[in-house]
């Protein structure tokens, strides 16, 4: 096993602008938290090699992207191929939850991914660290309003972190890298499958299996 | 053969027409501006008078005259080629009402492209250097017929622009030589060498612990002024730039040409309004305009009732009301990004500095709807901000050596009051400066970590004015880069996919064959102007060249430019995979530059501008 080549993931960070994106993609990835970051222009490519389950070694290439939505309309050229798309917003910023959909069904277009409805999502909340007062009010119920109403009722992982406190930030991108490997293999697969048989149901299996492990 | 003619002419017609909206779109509303200038001064006589016909000709002379400072330069073109009898101007004369404005641009316009495009194949404008600009009347009209002859006139142009930079150490005598080359004031860059700066304090103040402090820090302040002022700039550039700035009205064509080689840190803020067209180059209405500017602008930030400036809380405003109005929205992302601009200067980490962004952007974005706030404008205003502010504060610096000076050189200072920006120092009831210049830190005060707040309103809002204006002119020519769907970006991003196929092939193979899209990694040179990458000395510097090439220089010519960065790693990206070559682009190894680096960047992205803009010009 060791001996194939290595598995590239790659992952699209979406949300507004603000949220954190970088702050995530930089404490994730380099393991720091800084004032500093300027706004992202476009967007940012950052990689990162870890081991999922099993001992296998994936790298991962993320776009982190930028928030304000002119932008929106360059995505195809860094969404095009991607593997898992993490939704970001933040927690004390009700607007940026209420656009996840939004976020959702333009990475869709743009993307032009296989299965729209089996395409691995990830949603992150961000900056859990600030003072209880200045959070979204009854959050648990506006979160589950969002994804239950407005993201069609999958069950995309949820996690609440902070990148200023590196709080829940690793176990979020190993859920990330976990569900973009199973949709490399799941594309492989599904590629194998069609140019030989065209089984459409195998697909939609497996697809149904990795939901119920998350 | 009669038809051929008719073509020929449409064909000339309209490349004509191309360079009076190209070239000098902007200037034509400037044009339009300063006819309502002058109706608003009283001397609308001269709108009127410019009704047309045959003596028309002399009227259009004058107002362009008063204009574009003495034109002499199409005029004397227009004269030597027959201009004033040229099809495209007979034509537009006997045209329509907008036609006063249109046959003034029409001369001038036609004058300069023909200067324009002879230049261009000749690569002369940005080296001719300005020992030629005499001869360069004569010579101009004989490069039209060789084009051969412009590719000697260009090598020549490069040796020469060689020279002098070899040249410079002698002239500047010594390391030892002041740390601010003061153009204005040869002798009074004396004060600002330690010695100097030690007997003058002495003799003011006979406090030794003053004493020694002061020259503590003054060393301190030569290196800043190092780096302000790079040791390319030579005195005869700015006795050359001094030159052209004393005639009551400044020809823009010679400032223009003189600009593209690096404009003297001094006189940048006054070049680069002069060059943008915000200041007039009639020396008799540049405070008057820019009174009524700065004015325009306080009235337009005055009537902004939804927002209150003061306001920094970015958190979610968490009440729905507040955060779904349009307004709150703008505010709030502007906020968010005025918070992290340049973060690692400190300038932009005051409260004051953060708050007049905070005014400009926004001002700016309701004005402009059509495209409206677009995250890297921010980085885009910076620049301004920064000499403008820059260029009080050295006023202040110079004011408060000139007072521990004697009569002459106050004498002298009277004299080269035009080379500043009017109506920024010198209001005896503004207590802040007085304040300011009794301070003991003034002559040590960088603008890269000064505080705003130290200022009085009156001038933090002509500052503000100043960067507003500007901003906007600037913006005007590459509006389609913020619109929706940003179409100047992604031309502006083909364009040099395109450029590259021809320049470097073995590169383009090497990104294709790696899956390396240009969007990927060149969206944010168009968007940023290249800010993202290069310090902020390299961009003034390069700023200096491209509002020499004004309107286009920030649009057509950027990617050029662009071409010339990423080809200057060329050899390393060929190296690189997918992965290695975005990273390495996300972050390009430019911190060692220096203004040499941008000058060769530059020089090249000029060279290849000459050799194929006009090359695609006949696949259009």
């Not at chain 1, 080549?5 to 994106?21: A, M, N, P």
């Not at chain 2, 809380?313 to 729905?320: E, Q, R, V």
């Not at chain 2, 880069?481 to 031309?491: A, D, E, L, V, W």
């Not at chain 2, 996919?497 to 240009?518: P, R």
């Amino acid at each position: 096993m060791s001996g194939r080549k290595k598995t590239l993931l790659k992952v699209i960070i979406l949300g507004d602008s603000g949220v954190g994106k970088t702050s995530l993609m930089q404490q994730f990835v380099n393991s720091k938290f800084s004032h500093q970051y300027k706004a992202t222009i476009g967007a940012d490519f950052l990689t990162k090699e870890i081991t999922v389950d099993g001992g296998k070694q994936v790298t991962l290439q993320i776009w982190d992207t930028a928030g304000q939505e002119r932008f929106q309309s360059l995505g195809v050229a860094f969404y095009r191929g991607a593997d898992c798309c993490v939704l970001c917003y933040d927690v004390t910023n009700e607007k940026s939850l209420n656009n996840l959909a939004s976020w959702k069904d333009e990475f869709l277009i743009q993307s032009n991914v296989a299965n729209p409805a089996d395409f691995p999502f990830i949603i992150i909340g961000n900056k859990i660290d600030v003072d209880e007062s200045k959070k979204i009010a009854s959050l648990q119920k506006k979160l589950n309003n969002v994804t239950s109403n407005q993201l069609g009722g999958l069950n995309y992982p949820v996690f609440e972190t902070s990148a200023r406190d590196a709080i829940n930030v690793e176990p979020a991108f190993e859920v990330v890298a976990k569900m973009a490997l199973q949709q490399e293999e799941l594309n492989e697969a599904g590629n194998d499958v069609s140019d030989d048989y065209n089984d459409a149901i195998n697909i939609h299996l497996e697809s149904e299996s990795s939901s119920c492990m998350c | 053969m009669g038809k051929k003619k008719q073509e020929m002419s449409q064909v000339y017609a309209n490349s004509n027409n191309e360079f009076i909206f190209g070239e000098n779109g902007g200037r034509g509303k400037h044009l339009s501006s300063f006819l309502k200038n002058l109706s608003l001064t009283g001397s609308s006589r001269q709108t009127s008078g410019s009704s047309l016909t045959g003596p028309g000709a002399e009227s259009d002379a004058d107002i362009s005259s008063s204009i574009y400072g003495n034109l002499g330069y199409s005029a004397d073109l227009s004269g030597a080629t027959g201009g004033r009898a040229s099809p495209s101007r007979d034509r537009k004369t006997s045209y329509s009402p907008t036609r006063s404005f249109r046959s003034v641009s029409g001369p001038v316009g036609a004058g300069y492209s023909h200067a324009e495009s002879t230049e261009r194949a000749g690569g002369g404008s940005p080296f001719s250097s300005n020992d030629r600009r005499s001869a360069s009347h004569s010579r101009r009209s004989m490069k039209y017929t060789d084009l051969d002859d412009d590719w000697d006139a260009e090598l020549d142009g490069l040796n020469e622009r060689e020279k002098p930079q070899k040249t410079t150490p002698k002239l500047q005598s010594a390391p030892s030589l002041p740390p601010m080359v003061d153009s204005l004031y040869p002798d009074l860059t004396m004060a600002f060498s330690p010695q100097q700066q030690l007997s003058k304090e002495s003799s003011i103040e006979p406090n030794n612990t003053t004493i020694s402090n002061t020259s503590g820090v003054t060393t301190n302040k030569s290196d800043n002024f190092n780096s302000y002022n790079t040791s390319t700039v030579s005195s005869s550039k700015h006795l050359k730039f001094k030159k052209i700035m004393e005639p009551s009205s400044i020809n823009i064509q010679d400032l223009r040409k003189l600009s593209w080689n690096g404009i003297p840190s001094e006189l940048r803020a006054i070049t680069w309004q002069i060059l943008l067209g915000y200041l007039p180059t009639n020396k008799s209405r540049q405070e008057s305009t820019l009174n009524r500017k700065r004015q325009e602008y306080l009235d337009g930030v005055d009537n902004i009732r939804e927002i209150d400036f003061n306001e920094t809380s970015s958190g979610g405003s968490n009440t729905p009301s507040t955060s779904n109005s349009s307004s709150q929205q703008l505010y709030h992302q502007i906020n968010i990004d005025v918070k992290r601009t340049h973060p690692k200067i400190k300038l932009y980490s005051y409260a004051a500095t953060q708050k007049s962004l905070r005014r400009i952007l926004y001002l700016w974005s309701i004005r402009h709807p059509a495209s409206g706030y677009v995250q890297g404008i921010n980085d885009l205003c910076t620049p301004f901000y920064q000499i403008f502010l820059g260029h009080y504060l050295w006023q202040v610096q110079r004011a408060k050596i000139s007072s521990a000076s004697d009569v002459k050189r106050k004498e002298e200072e009277q004299n080269n009051s035009h080379l500043l920006v009017p109506g920024l120092f010198g209001d005896p009831s503004d207590s802040f400066e007085k304040d300011l210049l009794q301070s003991n830190d003034i002559l040590q005060l960088d603008v890269m970590s000064f505080d705003p707040g130290r200022l009085s309103a009156r001038v933090c809002n002509a500052i503000e004015a100043d960067t507003y204006w500007c901003l906007s002119r600037l913006l005007e020519n590459i509006t389609d880069n913020y619109i929706h769907q940003q179409p100047g970006i992604i031309r502006q991003v083909n364009e040099l996919n395109t450029l590259i196929a021809k320049i470097d092939v073995e590169l383009l193979a090497h990104f294709q064959s790696e899956g390396i899209e240009f969007m990927q990694f060149s969206f944010r040179w168009m968007n940023c102007l290249l800010m993202r990458e290069l310090s902020m000395p390299l961009i003034t510097r390069m700023w200096d060249t491209y509002l020499s090439e004004s309107p286009l220089g920030f649009n057509d010519f950027h990617v050029y430019v662009c071409a010339a960065f990423l080809i200057k790693f060329s050899d390393e990206l060929k190296h690189k995979d997918f992965q290695e070559i975005l990273l390495f682009l996300q972050n390009p190894p430019t911190q060692s530059w220096s203004e040499s680096d941008v000058e060769l960047m530059l020089s090249e992205a000029f060279i290849w501008q000459s050799l194929y803009k006009n090359a695609t010009a006949h696949l259009r």
